[in-house]
């Protein structure tokens, strides 16, 4: 069993849609929760990042954690066509390695 | 504030060639991480450093791979005698400690001729 889960996609949605990205994961000491936006030819750019349980909205984007479930999401609200990109997932213990979900390809139509 | 800074972006060697790879780390970060991904593929880890100390390379092939992160200057991720299974995008990212996230740079794109 892999230690992260991401459904790869590929996701299409209409221009203003809610978007919802998620990513499920095995290990239990897992306290880092990070979401990455990946264009194409670039490096991942960090989006969210939060620490145990819980919520956290930043501008268009919300991100939920939810240790018992052991699923985090994403939540685009009114997305873009700028929006369109590769999104991962990422966690970790304190001071271990990274763990990245394989990434979902996400297109939003105008 | 400048990112991480990855060069060359484009880099291209005949099989059997030498391969450098440099990054230079967002100001005050002192942990360096490696990775290689590749077209539809996620992220695979490579290796991991602190200034002066690799701390874990379990990604990281045993043979012909090889990565520093001196005192002084960029990390460095070296490849030797490059064969055509090595093409792919190296991404390098840094953090500042144990519980911060990691920042990326715009990586490398390697193509073994």
């Known amino acids: 069993q892999k230690e992260v889960e991401q459904d790869p996609g590929p996701l299409s949605v209409p221009e203003g849609a809610i978007v919802s990205l998620n990513c499920t994961y095995s290990n239990s000491a897992f306290q880092y929760f990070m979401w990455y936006r990946q264009y194409s030819r670039k490096g991942p750019e960090l989006l969210m990042y939060?620490?145990?349980?819980g919520n956290k909205e930043d501008g268009r984007f919300t991100a939920q954690v939810d240790k018992s479930s052991k699923y985090i999401s994403l939540f685009i609200r009114d997305s873009q066509p700028s929006d369109s990109a590769t999104y991962l997932c990422?966690?970790?213990?304190?001071?271990?390695?990274?763990?990245f979900g394989t990434g979902t390809s996400l297109t939003v139509i105008p | 504030n400048a990112g991480v800074m990855q060069n060359p972006r484009h880099l291209v060697r005949r099989r059997g060639q030498e391969a450098r790879l440099r990054c230079s780390p967002m100001k005050g970060h002192s942990h360096v991480y490696w990775y290689r991904q590749l077209p539809e593929e996620g992220l695979k880890f490579m290796v991991y450093?602190?200034?002066?100390?690799?701390?874990?390379e379990s990604g990281m092939p045993k043979e012909r791979f090889s990565a520093e992160f001196p005192k002084e200057g960029p990390s460095i991720l070296r490849i030797q005698q490059v064969v055509r299974g090595d093409s792919a995008a190296y991404f390098c990212a840094s953090m500042v400690e144990g519980g911060s996230p990691l920042h990326f740079g715009n990586g490398t794109r390697l193509t073994v001729t």
């Open positions: 450093l602190q200034k002066e100390n690799i701390i874990d």
């Open positions: 939060t620490y145990s349980s």
């Open positions: 990422a966690m970790r213990e304190y001071g271990n390695q990274f763990y």
